[in-house]
């Protein structure tokens, strides 16, 4: 079907009759040039596009910006720029950074008096590190000296400012959206992305309604890839999409079809995990709303559906039925707009109607979540999970903070929220109960522990008359104690759980049967995947234990049994005296490992597997396991030491000891060596037993 027209207008100085742009600064140079740089925020010159833990940066042009994100939102200072004559009735420049004003700003001086300024746009945390132009009308001054300041004396969130190409001019320079119109006759548009693109504004309106609007690094040449736009619900309506872009008929490219990009190829991709959960296209990082409901293990998301890099939060949704064979669901969440996001949170099951959503005899879902502008909020879905209703309430809880976990607390019949909150100065965990999950009371928190937030009861060494709390934050980091329903009292702690790399975010099951008897976990596994039109994976569901040690109660971890499901060709070996050097396991040559292995240490200073070229070792001396740069603390066990390693394309995770060591890993394998070796270094050790499981790909059953 041929488009329709489409509407576009470009505002580029040279596209109209006056004189050329004057250019006062682009800031391509190594350095700032006449411009003078006070404080810290600004270095000592032009960035070159995104620094270190910072969001994305994009929309600007060339090579160089000016970028006071410089070690971060703490430091200040200022940018002066050399005098110069206003001679033209306009002075255009890209912006973008902090919305504070008088404190991350642009200013305009003559006479050494402000006369006008501009502030970046973002002032809450779902804000975009896009550039965009913005316009001073300077007629009044024509023919005055100037000088520009560029300022930076904000310190907390968003405590930072960009500014590019800095030019006078006869018109304004902005951008008028293109508009398309189509009547949606298959379930799904197709959308092209170049990677490193502008991110841009789209917004979809249905027959005079705004529907959606996000952010998205279109592709106005060859796209890097293509990312898909459910329309579904609108089947058989017109929709118009609009979006600030340049060139003729931008939007020409968007193509509807009836599946996902690249069904055919889907879960074969080179660098697809094919055990540990990934969404088909687009970016992925926590876990959210970890649920199991009638046969349904849910796992909802943090979630980019229209590029590879952080930004954009959705919730994403899958469900399986054993924790391994995933299938992805339709979005669950949208944000209300491209910069109120739809940040982490939980689900619970409200079996005795608390809330008062329930109709009919389904048991209503109710999930709590961070709008990035307006607080803590409450969404409930009568279809298990399938379309969610917004609470008209929203939001229940108003703070600085985000990412909360609901828990029901049964002796005191009670709902318990959990929230990472941010108060003088300070991280906190916030407690607030509530009994109906809409009208919440505040009631304890503890310092130190940062985003993400977890609270659940285990019991010590499977003995349930015998439980203990335990509360963790995003990294990992726990402390163990009681909890009487609205304050935790710690006992021990801050603990380690995960000794590895890219673990963050995890949250566990609720409402997991009472026979089941688990407590399992799944974390944001950071790992990137290059090159692929996906990115970043969840770690494999972890069953949590509560066990004694010599060094008091510590969880353990190891992974969900549901794994021996993907088992195939299995090799073992035992009672194998390892000498110095390397001693190949035959035929253990699968790519994707479940592997267990004992060893008696006997008088080896090292010891350990070798698996598709990469090492893990058990130092005798000191005590450790190292991995990848990553180590860990481990003693022998009567003189010996075990791992369990589960082997996937970008991912590693060892559990040492029964769980007494966890270390996830990301990261593909050094070479294309296939195999498993053992190794003994510093004398001789004895491997007791070896079983190495190659594993089917969880994916066999979608493709």
Same mark, same amino acid.
């Given at each position: 079907?041929?488009?329709?027209?489409?509407?576009?207008?470009?505002?580029?100085?040279?596209?109209?009759?006056?004189?050329?742009?004057?250019?006062?600064?682009?800031?391509?140079?190594?350095?700032?040039?006449?411009?003078?740089?006070?404080?810290?925020?600004?270095?000592?010159?032009?960035?070159?596009?995104?620094?270190?833990?910072?969001?994305?940066?994009?929309?600007?042009?060339?090579?160089?910006?000016?970028?006071?994100?410089?070690?971060?939102?703490?430091?200040?200072?200022?940018?002066?720029?050399?005098?110069?004559?206003?001679?033209?009735?306009?002075?255009?420049?890209?912006?973008?950074?902090?919305?504070?004003?008088?404190?991350?700003?642009?200013?305009?001086?003559?006479?050494?008096?402000?006369?006008?300024?501009?502030?970046?746009?973002?002032?809450?945390?779902?804000?975009?590190?896009?550039?965009?132009?913005?316009?001073?009308?300077?007629?009044?001054?024509?023919?005055?000296?100037?000088?520009?300041?560029?300022?930076?004396?904000?310190?907390?969130?968003?405590?930072?400012?960009?500014?590019?190409?800095?030019?006078?001019?006869?018109?304004?320079?902005?951008?008028?959206?293109?508009?398309?119109?189509?009547?949606?006759?298959?379930?799904?548009?197709?959308?092209?992305?170049?990677?490193?693109?502008?991110?841009?504004?789209?917004?979809?309106?249905?027959?005079?309604?705004?529907?959606?609007?996000?952010?998205?690094?279109?592709?106005?040449?060859?796209?890097?890839?293509?990312?898909?736009?459910?329309?579904?619900?609108?089947?058989?309506?017109?929709?118009?999409? +609009? *979006?600030?872009? &340049?060139?003729?008929?931008?939007?020409?490219?968007? /193509?509807?079809?009836? %599946? $996902?990009?690249?069904? #055919?190829?889907?879960?074969?991709?080179?660098?697809?995990?094919?055990?540990?959960?990934?969404?088909?296209?687009?970016?992925?990082?926590?876990?959210?709303?970890?649920?199991?409901?009638?046969?349904?293990?849910?796992?909802?998301?943090?979630?980019?559906?229209?590029?590879?890099?952080?930004?954009?939060?959705?919730?994403?949704?899958?469900?399986?039925?054993?924790?391994?064979?995933?299938?992805?669901?339709?979005?669950?969440?949208?944000?209300?707009?491209?910069?109120?996001?739809?940040?982490?949170? +939980? *689900?619970?099951? &409200?079996?005795?109607?608390?809330?008062?959503?329930? /109709?009919?005899?389904? %048991? $209503?879902?109710?999930? #709590?979540?961070?709008?990035?502008?307006?607080?803590?909020?409450?969404?409930?879905?009568?279809?298990?999970?399938?379309?969610?209703?917004?609470?008209?309430?929203?939001?229940?809880?108003?703070?600085?903070?985000?990412?909360?976990?609901?828990?029901?607390?049964?002796?005191?019949?009670?709902?318990?929220?959990?929230?990472?909150?941010?108060?003088?100065?300070?991280?906190?965990?916030?407690?607030?109960?509530?009994?109906?999950?809409?009208?919440?009371?505040?009631?304890?928190?503890?310092?130190?522990?940062?985003?993400?937030?977890?609270?659940?009861?285990?019991?010590?060494?499977?003995?349930?008359?015998?439980?203990?709390?335990?509360?963790?934050?995003?990294?990992?980091?726990?402390?163990?104690?009681?909890?009487?329903?609205?304050?935790?009292?710690?006992?021990?702690?801050?603990?380690?759980?995960?000794?590895?790399?890219?673990?963050?975010?995890?949250?566990?099951?609720?409402?997991?049967?009472?026979?089941?008897?688990?407590?399992?976990?799944?974390?944001?596994?950071?790992?990137?995947?290059?090159?692929?039109?996906?990115?970043?994976?969840?770690?494999?569901?972890?069953?949590?234990?509560?066990?004694?040690?010599?060094?008091?109660?510590?969880?353990?971890?190891?992974?969900?049994?549901?794994?021996?499901?993907?088992?195939?060709?299995?090799?073992?070996?035992?009672?194998?005296?390892?000498?110095?050097?390397?001693?190949?396991?035959?035929?253990?040559?699968?790519?994707?490992?479940?592997?267990?292995?004992?060893?008696?240490?006997?008088?080896?200073?090292?010891?350990?597997?070798?698996?598709?070229?990469?090492?893990?070792?058990?130092?005798?001396?000191?005590?450790?396991?190292?991995?990848?740069?990553?180590?860990?603390?481990?003693?022998?066990?009567?003189?010996?030491?075990?791992?369990?390693?589960?082997?996937?394309?970008?991912?590693?995770?060892?559990?040492?000891?029964?769980?007494?060591?966890?270390?996830?890993?990301?990261?593909?394998?050094?070479?294309?060596?296939?195999?498993?070796?053992?190794?003994?270094?510093?004398?001789?050790?004895?491997?007791?037993?070896?079983?190495?499981?190659?594993?089917?790909?969880?994916?066999?059953?979608?493709?």
């Amino acid at each position: 079907m041929r488009p329709p027209a489409l509407a576009f207008l470009l505002c580029c100085a040279g596209l109209f009759a006056g004189e050329a742009d004057i250019v006062i600064a682009d800031f391509e140079g190594q350095d700032y040039g006449a411009w003078k740089a006070e404080g810290e925020a600004f270095g000592s010159g032009p960035a070159h596009g995104t620094l270190p833990d910072q969001m994305q940066v994009s929309g600007f042009r060339g090579k160089g910006l000016v970028n006071s994100f410089h070690k971060g939102d703490g430091t200040t200072g200022t940018l002066t720029g050399p005098p110069f004559r206003i001679e033209r009735p306009f002075i255009n420049f890209l912006i973008g950074g902090g919305k504070h004003e008088g404190k991350t700003c642009m200013n305009l001086l003559v006479d050494g008096r402000i006369v006008r300024t501009a502030t970046g746009p973002n002032d809450q945390p779902g804000g975009s590190e896009v550039l965009a132009w913005q316009s001073w009308d300077v007629k009044d001054l024509k023919g005055a000296t100037a000088t520009l300041q560029i300022v930076d004396q904000a310190t907390g969130g968003w405590g930072h400012i960009t500014v590019d190409q800095i030019e006078q001019s006869e018109r304004k320079k902005e951008s008028v959206p293109v508009e398309r119109s189509i009547v949606v006759e298959k379930p799904y548009l197709h959308l092209p992305v170049k990677n490193g693109a502008p991110a841009i504004r789209m917004r979809y309106d249905l027959e005079g309604r705004w529907v959606r609007e996000f952010a998205i690094e279109f592709a106005t040449g060859e796209p890097d890839y293509w990312v898909f736009s459910d329309v579904s619900a609108y089947q058989g309506r017109t929709l118009r999409i +609009s *979006a600030p872009l &340049d060139g003729p008929e931008p939007l020409a490219a968007i /193509r509807q079809a009836d %599946d $996902v990009p690249g069904a #055919a190829t889907l879960y074969r991709e080179k660098l697809r995990p094919q055990f540990h959960f990934s969404s088909r296209v687009g970016w992925l990082n926590d876990p959210n709303g970890l649920v199991f409901h009638q046969g349904e293990y849910h796992l909802f998301y943090q979630h980019n559906p229209y590029g590879c890099t952080w930004g954009n939060m959705h919730w994403g949704h899958a469900v399986s039925p054993d924790l391994v064979h995933w299938k992805e669901l339709p979005i669950a969440l949208y944000p209300p707009r491209w910069d109120d996001w739809v940040f982490s949170g +939980s *689900a619970v099951i &409200d079996a005795d109607d608390t809330a008062g959503f329930k /109709r009919g005899d389904e %048991d $209503v879902m109710v999930v #709590a979540y961070t709008s990035t502008g307006r607080g803590e909020c409450i969404a409930y879905s009568r279809d298990r999970g399938r379309t969610f209703i917004e609470y008209e309430g929203n939001p229940v809880v108003r703070h600085r903070g985000r990412d909360p976990k609901l828990l029901w607390y049964a002796p005191g019949r009670h709902w318990v929220m959990a929230v990472y909150s941010e108060a003088e100065g300070k991280q906190w965990i916030a407690f607030h109960t509530s009994t109906d999950l809409k009208r919440w009371t505040f009631r304890s928190r503890i310092e130190g522990y940062y985003e993400c937030p977890e609270i659940f009861e285990l019991p010590i060494d499977g003995d349930k008359g015998r439980t203990r709390w335990i509360v963790h934050a995003a990294d990992g980091a726990y402390s163990i104690g009681t909890f009487d329903g609205q304050v935790f009292t710690k006992e021990s702690g801050k603990h380690t759980l995960s000794y590895g790399r890219g673990f963050y975010a995890s949250q566990t099951y609720n409402h997991l049967p009472a026979a089941d008897g688990r407590r399992i976990q799944i974390g944001w596994g950071q790992y990137d995947s290059p090159g692929m039109p996906f990115n970043q994976c969840m770690t494999f569901p972890a069953e949590l234990t509560l066990r004694t040690t010599d060094e008091g109660l510590r969880l353990f971890a190891n992974p969900a049994r549901e794994i021996s499901k993907l088992h195939a060709r299995q090799h073992t070996q035992k009672d194998l005296t390892v000498q110095e050097g390397e001693t190949p396991i035959p035929e253990a040559t699968g790519e994707l490992l479940d592997i267990r292995a004992e060893f008696a240490v006997g008088d080896a200073k090292r010891l350990g597997l070798i698996v598709h070229g990469s090492r893990l070792t058990y130092d005798a001396a000191k005590g450790e396991v190292e991995y990848r740069g990553c180590r860990g603390p481990l003693k022998p066990e009567g003189g010996r030491v075990s791992f369990r390693v589960l082997v996937d394309r970008t991912t590693t995770e060892i559990y040492a000891n029964g769980g007494r060591l966890y270390m996830p890993v990301g990261g593909t394998h050094p070479d294309d060596r296939r195999g498993v070796c053992v190794f003994a270094a510093g004398g001789a050790s004895k491997l007791l037993e070896l079983e190495v499981n190659e594993l089917k790909s969880a994916w066999e059953h979608r493709q």
